[in-house]
């Protein structure tokens, strides 16, 4: 398990405006038990995480199934091969965590946009986004505007809500900052 899987945890509970009571509720446990859990004392079983999982909708391996952080790197560096997966990955989207864990203010993602993967039903949710296109284009449509974006532009989300779509056949590679975090 991760050392920050308690701290994780309570930074997700906390995103969706859950207390301790009624996640523990949401889960069929005790306070005590959420509690332990959140200050690394207790150590949830798989099953328990795929609860936890299932009752902040997001992947299991959000929570579970990353590769450990190196000897005096835990907290501060995420190697290429140990980003834990985010989002639902579906939509052609796939999303990786760049940040160590989800206990700052904000989150930092690696966004991959299949080719011509697109999502028509515009999201919304109470944040500020800031993003950045590394590779490919990428169409985002917010309040209703559309704009393509290519290598080296930037945009901002504030809570509206929004849309996108990969219009090229070749993927699209974005780095976003969310904050507060919601994965």
């Not at 690696?110 to 697109?118: I, K, V």
Request: net charge negative; charged share 25%.
């Amino acid at each position: 398990m991760p050392d920050s899987l308690g701290r994780d945890i309570r930074a997700l509970r906390k995103s969706r405006k859950l207390t301790l009571s009624e996640l523990a509720e949401k889960l069929g446990r005790s306070v005590g038990w959420m509690s332990q859990v959140e200050r690394d004392l207790s150590e949830p079983s798989m099953s328990e995480i795929k609860d936890l999982a299932r009752a902040f909708d997001v992947p299991v391996q959000t929570l579970y199934g990353h590769a450990p952080a190196r000897a005096g790197e835990e907290g501060r560096i995420v190697r290429a091969n140990a980003r834990r997966p985010v989002g639902h990955r579906a939509d052609g989207l796939s999303e990786d965590l760049l940040s160590p864990d989800l206990t700052d203010d904000f989150e930092v993602v690696h966004s991959t946009f299949a080719p011509l993967a697109r999502r028509d039903e515009p999201l919304s949710r109470p944040t500020q986004e800031v993003g950045y296109i590394i590779s490919g284009a990428l169409d985002l449509t917010v309040g209703g505007t559309t704009h393509r974006l290519n290598p080296g532009d930037s945009f901002r989300i504030r809570g509206e809500p929004f849309s996108w779509a990969n219009p090229n056949t070749t993927p699209c590679i974005a780095i976003w900052v969310i904050a507060p975090p919601v994965y």
